[in-house]
């Protein structure tokens, strides 16, 4: 990104004993890139660039476009096995990374990443991997925008847009009368600016927005606040109209609040950390912003602080890993539930890309979606907005792309429906069916197309909870297994439609075998209350069915299984009598069991065994109660291959 603002991002975070000063020291922290090139390499060619210097000659060929020595300069650092080295930081491993997009070697990238995969987040990995397939096998949103360019921007950095009311701000370098230039890029500082679209989104005309204390320094990033009647934006920290500077000679950024009713005042200001792109959430009363902090991510982070009509009310709070990562992260922008912020992430189309997260909770946010090439490019996009327009959409953001008239411009688009890509979500429990539906952890879950070709696949948590997130797609297979479980397979097919996110919510109920079977009469039998026939009878009662559903059940839970049907009976009555009943109950369970679906081929055998087994000493002659009696009558369905029904 090469707005002035963004400049102040590329501060060195490491810093070394003894360190030898080079001229190219002098160049790269004023931002003069070429000119440090031109010292570094000189002082290379004598043999005295220490490590530090060495990865700032390589950021230096980065910015000046020089992506082929950037990579090989970056690479240099990095030790044989490839290992992300303590001296090169997360976020210098992300331009190393684009570094190697840019020129073409992708494979490069994904031994780096497989390499690493200890030092980085979860989340990126899922991030870059959805976003990948997504880019290539969608790649356009299928809505119809219409871009414009608008004819107020300056052959210099115009950027930021922001609604104010029936007007639009943004953010220019565009020169002043008597204004000071700032010392790095030799341009004005960066002023707020303003005009009325019309009602195409156009905006012809803009003049500088004097509804804010004027600031020989910059003032930039607004964003209005109509809860509040008050304009949020960063500018430069300040005492009595001249520049603050901290120990080591830094001006940083803070971010302050001017009522359009009352007096300025700072909100978050710290003279070594700067502070970009303000946006205030009146529904949590939560203030995003931008800013490189030490337990952040890689290069800026969007935070958040609690307030209280504008007071701050906490210590800022990251987004998080699966919003931030080791690139750089700026410009959030809530609209209907969702987060639009930009990223210079490796898995991007170019350099700072759009990116639409869902809030799924407070805290807890879907995989960041690319918007696609239709809002962004090869070069930077940033600075997002949008609001309702009518039965569409209008909307602004900030663009470097070919074409336009300076180094940024901002852009205008006319949209019918909300932008991103369509995308497919499965989300669920994976428990147990009965009763309690207690959770199980650590199930292998797996999305797959028709053909059987893995989607995505992962482990339950300790709660059960599963989550995918793809690209979309309309028909999807869904399985879950565990050892000793059943096994779970669900198709599911999307409907076709406008809405850019299909949810499933999908609970997973697996059965443990364990719970499912029990030790009788020195054998493994399903588990079933006992049930008896009427005397002398074959007939299936619903009382049986019941009990016999349970057998269907836990055969569709495990279909290798193998039965035998046994039924006994009593010592009453002959015992050819007694063998051909129980034969002919036992061929009764057989037939319901495969009228509802269990195979011939899960059934082995059907057997009665009259009084042969008799439980008790209720044998032929001996009285006995009833109850007695009735312990005899039994049919029990036995497992013949639980021994190795799991190998």
């Known amino acids: 990104m090469r707005t002035t603002l963004i400049l102040f991002f590329f501060s060195c975070s490491l810093c070394f004993a003894q360190q030898k000063q080079s001229k190219g020291d002098q160049f790269f922290f ?26 700032n000659l390589a950021d230096s060929y980065y910015q000046t476009g020089n992506f082929e020595k950037a990579s090989t300069t970056y690479l240099d650092v990095i030790s044989g096995d490839n290992k992300l080295d303590s001296i090169m930081s997360k976020h210098r491993f992300n331009k190393m990374l684009q570094s190697l997009i840019k020129v073409g070697k992708t494979a490069k990238i994904d031994s780096l990443l497989k390499n690493n995969r200890d030092v980085f987040s979860r989340e990126l990995f899922e991030n870059a991997k959805f976003n990948k397939e997504l880019l290539n096998t969608v790649g356009n949103s299928d809505l119809n925008y219409k871009i414009f360019n608008l004819n107020s921007n300056s052959n210099q950095e115009d950027f930021s847009p ?9 953010t220019s370098g565009r020169p002043k009368t008597k204004k000071q230039n700032f010392a790095p890029s030799g341009q004005a500082y960066l002023d707020i600016f303003g005009g009325t679209p019309d009602a195409s989104g156009q905006l ?29 934006y960063v500018l430069s920290n300040t005492s009595d109209g001249e520049l603050l500077f901290d120990d080591n000679g830094k001006n940083a950024l803070a ?25 205030y959430d009146a529904n949590s009363g939560k203030l995003y912003f931008s800013a490189k902090f030490d337990d952040g991510y890689g290069g800026t982070d969007i935070y958040f602080v609690y307030t209280n009509n504008g007071q701050i009310m906490s210590a800022p709070i990251n987004l998080g890993p699966r919003v931030n990562s080791p690139g750089n992260e700026i410009a959030p922008y809530i609209f209907e539930n969702s987060l639009y912020f930009s990223s210079d992430i490796f898995y991007g189309l170019g350099g700072m890309d759009v990116y639409k997260t869902n809030f799924e909770s407070e805290d807890s946010f879907s995989i960041p979606v690319n918007l696609g090439k239709a809002i962004n490019s090869e070069k930077d996009d940033f600075g997002f907005i949008i609001r309702n327009n009518g039965d569409g959409l209008l909307g602004y953001f900030s663009s470097n792309r070919t074409g336009g008239k300076g180094s940024d411009d901002v852009y205008g688009f006319l949209v019918d429906e909300k932008p991103g890509l369509k995308t497919l979500t499965i989300r669920g429990k994976v428990q147990e069916p009965y009763g309690s539906q207690k959770a199980i952890a650590n199930v292998s879950v797996k999305l797959s197309n028709n053909d059987g070709s893995i989607i995505s696949e992962l482990i339950s948590d300790d709660d059960g909870m599963y989550r995918f997130e793809i690209p979309w797609r309309k028909e999807v297979i869904l399985q879950a297994s565990k050892e000793r479980y059943s096994r779970y397979t669900k198709q599911m097919v999307a409907a076709t439609g406008d809405d850019q996110e299909t949810i499933f919510d999908v609970d997973i109920a697996l059965s443990l075998y364990d ?33 016999l559903d349970k057998v269907v059940e836990v055969v569709k839970s495990f279909p290798n299984i193998q039965l035998r049907i046994e039924t006994h009976t009593d010592s009453r009555g002959g015992s050819s009598t007694n063998f051909r009943l129980t034969q002919a109950r036992s061929d009764a369970i057989k037939k319901y069991l495969q009228a509802n679906g269990v195979s011939g081929t899960n059934i082995l055998y059907s057997i009665g065994y009259g009084e042969d087994k008799i439980l008790n000493n209720c044998t032929n002659g001996v009285f006995c109660l009833e109850m007695l009696h009735k312990q005899n009558q039994r049919s029990l369905i036995v497992v013949l291959n639980d021994n190795v029904l799991f190998e």
């Open 30 to 55: 004023q931002y003069a890139y070429k000119q440090a090139v031109r010292a570094y390499e000189a002082d290379l060619s004598k043999g005295y660039l220490n490590a530090e210097q060495y990865l």
């Open 162 to 170: 922001a609604f104010y009311n029936n007007k639009l701000l943004f």
């Open 204 to 232: 012809a005309t803009a003049t500088k927005f004097m509804e804010i204390e004027d600031s020989n320094f910059h003032k930039a990033t607004p964003y209005f606040s109509n809860e509040l009647n008050s304009l949020i």
């Open 255 to 279: 971010i302050g609040m001017k009522p359009m009713n009352g007096a300025f005042r700072f909100l978050l200001r710290d003279l070594s950390t700067s502070f970009y792109y303000p946006f």
């Open 515 to 547: 719970d499912l079977v029990e030790e009788k009469e020195g054998q493994t039998v399903v588990k079933l209350r006992k049930f008896f026939f009427g005397r002398n009878k074959t007939t299936i009662t619903p009382e049986i069915a019941i009990e």
